[in-house]
């Protein structure tokens, strides 16, 4: 048994993250504000630490006497979020968090950044750990944040800190508050065959077996090394498709084709510096179109493979969505 801090742990990947832990027999820490909601942690026990990943003393105490560090908090919701609020939670926050680590003497930290920071292939074949990223820091700043916070990583690797990163791609699953991932679900949900279908795809997971490979990632992922969690690479339209076959709505047809897309984002980045409120951000727009696929090749072979299968995933998201009053 392991003691084991959990950032970012009253949120969706954090709080399956700290179940994963109690399930497998470790004592956990969440490290929380005072005034957060704790819903998501319901039924759990676990040692309460106040504060957040910007406040430097209040992480040094979380850090102590702790084996594992996951750090997994992160301004994820970007097209919500002020960029540079942001890049002071993303990057300095995670620089605080490994060096409070170091010095509290962990053995070991779970760095969650993004499968975003990973680049893309111009084959259009999917990605693996090894692919740099390779876009516009302007267009994709949430992604460009978390490159930043894997440099952190790095760094510190190289003077000899015990780092493992781990690189989510879009998690699905029970629980997403925020209403991140979950707004695919939630979209269809409300206007099914209403739904604008581009032609690219995306890579997909459950948010459970995020939270497993994590644990993994803890118990024998290599230091310095990145894992892409992902279970499955899926094109637009099949997705859309299974999404409204699960919640019972007419399968979206609006199809948009992707040399419309560079200017739509234009124009919806534009409306949004115009306080305009869309519901999407121009970096969504931008992607759209293209393939976001990954390779899962590391992850499977050293941590496990996936153990719950998208349309499982997307019943379990929608029931709970259901169940807490989102639909």
């Given amino acids: 048994m392991v003691k084991a801090l959990v950032t ?3 949120g969706f990947v954090g709080s399956h993250v700290a179940r994963a832990l109690v399930e497998g027999g470790h004592q956990i820490r969440i490290l929380h504000r005072a005034s957060s909601k704790l819903n998501a942690l319901e039924g759990l026990v676990y040692e309460s630490a106040l504060g957040d990943v ?20 992160a301004v994820a919701d970007y097209w919500r979020a002020d960029s540079s609020y942001m890049m002071q939670v993303n990057v300095e926050g995670t620089r605080y968090v490994l060096q409070a680590a170091q010095e509290a003497g962990v053995k070991r930290v779970i760095f969650t950044s993004s499968a975003a920071a990973v680049g893309m292939r111009a084959d259009g074949k999917p990605a693996d750990e090894g692919e740099p990223f390779n876009q516009s820091p302007s267009h994709f700043p949430y992604a ?16 000899g800190q015990n780092v493992v990163t781990v690189n989510p791609v879009v998690v ?3 629980g997403d508050l925020n209403k991140i991932s979950g ?18 795809g995306v890579a997909v997971t459950d948010v459970r077996d995020v939270a497993r490979w994590h644990v993994a990632a803890a118990e024998r992922g290599q230091s310095g090394q990145r894992y892409i969690l992902g279970t499955e690479n899926v094109a637009y339209p099949y997705w859309f498709d299974l999404i ?25 980045g534009l409306l949004r510096r115009l ?53």
């Fill in 8 to 10: 970012g742990g009253t």
């Fill in 54 to 73: 910007t406040d430097e003393p209040a992480l040094r105490a979380a850090c102590e006497g702790c084996d594992w560090v996951f750090h997994v908090a």
């Fill in 144 to 159: 460009y944040s978390k490159v930043l916070a894997e440099e952190l990583v790095l760094e510190v690797v190289k003077k």
């Fill in 172 to 174: 699905m699953g029970p």
């Fill in 183 to 200: 707004e695919f679900v939630l979209t269809i949900a409300k206007w099914g065959a209403l739904v604008p279908v581009t032609s690219g």
């Fill in 244 to 268: 409204a076959e699960t919640v019972g709505k007419a399968h979206p047809r609006l199809h948009v084709p992707s040399g419309l897309l560079p200017i739509t984002a234009d124009i919806v």
């Fill in 275 to 327: 306080s305009v409120k869309v519901p999407v951000d121009s970096t969504q727009t931008r992607i759209a179109g293209k393939n976001i696929f990954f390779d899962f090749t590391r992850t499977w072979n050293e941590l496990g493979e996936p153990q719950v299968n998208m349309k499982t995933s997307l019943r379990d998201t929608y029931e709970w969505y259901r169940e807490h009053g989102f639909i």
